[in-house]
Structures are given as structure tokens and as C-alpha cells.
């Protein structure tokens, strides 16, 4: 069993950034974070292998965000600059059995409760 929590999430003016972070209990494979605006659809925003020597972003955060992780520490992060009214949504961290990058919903078992983030024009 896998318990993420995340963390850092907040309210910023466009143009800011922010720095979420996901804490695991328990092994963890393959991780990713994903987000959900009101009446939309929860879409993957970057995910992470888990060496993180593979990483994958959706095209509308490419350049601004970066997903890293902390074996150690057994934590992920997800750096986001640049940040836009857009990117406005709750954030979850989600973690898979798989040690390769994951991009699909249902190829993650482990959610944590998510974090809002605001972004404001």
C-alpha cells in the first residue's frame, strides 16, 4: 500500500511558479502528477520513471514545468514556472507498479488527495 500526500500548492500571479511536492509511504515505482480543472476532465501534466532518467510532459506545459523525484527521500517534485490562469486546477500526485513512464489514468493505483492551485491574470 502506497500513501501520497502533496504539497505546495497555492495562489500565484501569471507569470509566477510554484513547486509542488508528493510524499510516499511505501515502495514506489513509476510516479506522475496530474491535474483536474472545474467541469474538465483529469489529465496527466508530467510523469516520471522510476530512476528518473525518463520523463514525459504534456505539450502545454512543456518548457515551463519539471518533474524530479528524490529516491531518498521518496519524494516527487514538479517545478512550474511561467505559471498560467490556465494551469488553474487541483493537482494530484499519483503513483504506479511500473518502473517505466506511465500517461494513462487507469496505469496509476495510488492517488493522493490533490492541491489546489490558482492562478490569477
Known amino acids: 500500500q502506497v500513501h501520497l500526500v502533496e504539497s505546495g500548492g497555492g495562489l500565484v500571479q501569471a507569470g509566477g511558479s510554484l513547486r509542488l511536492s508528493c510524499a510516499a509511504s511505501?515502495?514506489?515505482?513509476?510516479m506522475g502528477w496530474f491535474r483536474q480543472a472545474p467541469g474538465e476532465e483529469r489529465e496527466i501534466v508530467a510523469a516520471i520513471s522510476w530512476s528518473g532518467g525518463t520523463t514525459y510532459y504534456v505539450d502545454s506545459v512543456k518548457g515551463r514545468f519539471t518533474i524530479s523525484r528524490d529516491n531518498a527521500k521518496n519524494t516527487v517534485y514538479l517545478q512550474m514556472n511561467i505559471l498560467k490562469p490556465e494551469d488553474t486546477a487541483v493537482y494530484f500526485c499519483?503513483?504506479?507498479?511500473?518502473?517505466?513512464?506511465?500517461?494513462?489514468?487507469?496505469?496509476?493505483?495510488?492517488w493522493g488527495q490533490g492541491t489546489q492551485v490558482t492562478v490569477s491574470s
Open positions: 511505501g515502495r514506489t515505482y513509476a
Open positions: 499519483a503513483a504506479t507498479t511500473r518502473v517505466v513512464v506511465t500517461t494513462t489514468l487507469s496505469g496509476y493505483a495510488y
